[in-house]
């Protein structure tokens, strides 16, 4: 076999490896569910702490959502952190309790948490539920997540999705990407019995183990490293399907760029920087939990995974043509398989026939 061939098989094998995962958990995520066995009877105390910066616009939405969901013993803390606007005054009007917090601003949301959770300190909730002040928490979910955390004892996640503002091909893709990473794959990964990853809004802990955690300081992917710190604990995330939080994209092209190539990097940089170690860990002490995280990273964001696999073919149609040998092309063609079936029965399952065609469509819809 010449060099080009190793070359070229070596690439396809790099990208047959995520594929392989990905359609893993996403034919994991369309098992039918298993019914949850909760023991426990009395709804834990529980803390509503929402993270803010410059949000009295989406502020109220929020608090609204929330407010109907809370029993008489739970409440609601927002951190206010270096707000230059109304902030703390609409929450406070709203009835919320406000913790104002100033600082370098160099600590970003996870910073606004320590700060939240020291407040705690002197009266500590059992429970946790962190959301987003840009987020609406549909019926049932606090309690949901609540209770979840509760009977682990550790974090869960809630089913965490966004809606594209504008009907563009941008927006609509950018949403069900979302779709697949937020829902699909760590609902996948619990009814493997596995650990998941944490996605930010949404999530709810036992009070003790956030507290002690240290909250993904340095790490762009700041909920990923949280859930992976508390894995190492001993605290293992699984997903609520049952607890619905819902945002909307920015509206704007640039602005939902930024996020999403904000979270691509560190997604990456925490791959490079984490996944070999976790994988390790995992093998020698017996974890599956912390293993699977280690897992679950090696597949990056969709439209990296899509990249790679176009100059992973590019390089197998390559030595096919200027070799004859066709084992790189068979692999690149069984990724492609896939990640192709992966993804479009995860598409089928939770967003819908309609919504699967009207995307295929876009897809093939010339430039």
């Not at 609204?64 to 230059?84: F, K, M, Q, T, Y």
């Not at 607890?243 to 920015?250: E, F, I, M």
């Not at 699977?292 to 790679?308: C, K, M, R």
């Not at 068979?330 to 079936?341: D, K, P």
Request: net charge positive; hydrophobic share 50%; charged share 20%.
């Amino acid at each position: 076999m010449s060099a080009l061939s190793l070359f070229a098989l070596a690439a396809a094998v790099l990208v047959l490896v995520p594929c392989a995962i990905l359609a893993l958990e996403c034919l994991a995520a369309c098992l039918p569910p298993r019914r949850p066995r909760l023991h426990v009877v009395r709804a834990p105390e529980t803390v509503v702490l929402i993270p803010a910066h410059d949000e009295e616009q989406c502020l109220p939405a929020a608090l609204r959502s929330i407010e109907p969901e809370l029993a008489e013993s739970d409440r609601v803390l927002v951190v206010a952190h270096n707000c230059g606007d109304r902030t703390a005054m609409v929450a406070r009007a709203l009835g919320a309790s406000v913790l104002e917090v100033r600082d370098d601003g160099t600590g970003g949301k996870p910073a606004a948490l320590v700060a939240g959770l020291k407040y705690l300190d002197s009266d500590p909730p059992e429970v946790v539920v962190i959301v987003d002040a840009d987020c609406r928490v549909e019926k049932g979910a606090i309690r949901a997540l609540a209770m979840a955390a509760a009977e682990s004892g550790g974090p869960v996640q809630g089913d965490y999705r966004f809606a594209a503002e504008t009907d563009d091909d941008f927006g609509t893709l950018s949403s069900l990407a979302l779709l697949v990473k937020n829902v699909v794959r760590p609902l996948g990964l619990t009814r493997l019995g596995l650990a998941c990853l944490l996605n930010g809004a949404g999530s709810a802990y036992p009070f003790r183990p956030l507290r002690e955690a240290p909250h993904g300081e340095g790490s762009i992917a700041e909920d990923y490293q949280l859930a992976i710190d508390l894995a190492k604990r001993g605290f293992p995330t699984r997903f609520v399907p049952e607890a619905r939080v819902r945002s909307v994209l920015p509206g704007r092209h640039d602005a939902a760029l930024r996020q999403r190539r904000r979270w691509e990097h560190g997604h990456l940089a925490l791959v490079s920087r984490t996944a070999p170690l976790l994988l390790l860990r995992g093998l020698f002490t017996l974890d599956r939990h912390v293993f699977s995280l280690g897992v679950d990273l090696l597949v990056p964001p969709l439209a990296f995974l899509v990249l790679a696999w176009v100059a992973s073919a590019a390089l197998a149609l390559a030595d096919l043509v200027l070799t004859g040998q066709g084992a790189a092309a068979w692999t690149v063609l069984a990724a492609a398989a896939l990640l192709f079936f992966g993804v479009a029965g995860a598409l089928l399952r939770f967003a819908g026939p309609r919504t699967l065609l009207a995307t295929l469509r876009r897809a093939k819809k010339p430039r």
